[in-house]
């Protein structure tokens, strides 16, 4: 098997399929979203902009499974709201800051 050059109706065949494939815009957008990452992108989370009303939600959440975690001291139920805690903490800090951030802007 030779490593040299294909012969030139094979590359004409190679290239027509490359020109096919280059001008396939949906093949080209699933290509580029399939890249695998080893670990999740923590600078897309860090970015985030939470709204209010999802931060109250993930607040009622978490208060609802402390509730019910006391009263039944049920390890599923803390789990949930060890995993639900620091995530609701995070959207307060975000929404604080972005809050706080406008504020000074306008002062």
Request: some cysteine.
């Amino acid at each position: 098997m030779s490593i040299g050059r294909l012969p030139d109706h094979e590359q004409r065949i190679l290239d027509e399929a490359e020109r096919a494939l280059r001008r396939d815009r949906r093949l080209d957008r699933r290509l580029r979203t399939l890249r695998f990452r080893r670990c999740p992108d923590l600078t897309r989370l860090a970015a985030s902009r939470p709204r209010g009303l999802t931060v109250l939600v993930l607040l009622a959440v978490a208060v609802s499974l402390m509730v019910v975690g006391i009263v039944t001291s049920t390890p599923g139920v803390i789990r949930a709201f060890a995993g639900v805690w620091p995530v609701a903490l995070f959207a307060v800090f975000r929404l604080l800051c972005r809050w706080t951030e406008g504020w000074s802007v306008h002062r």
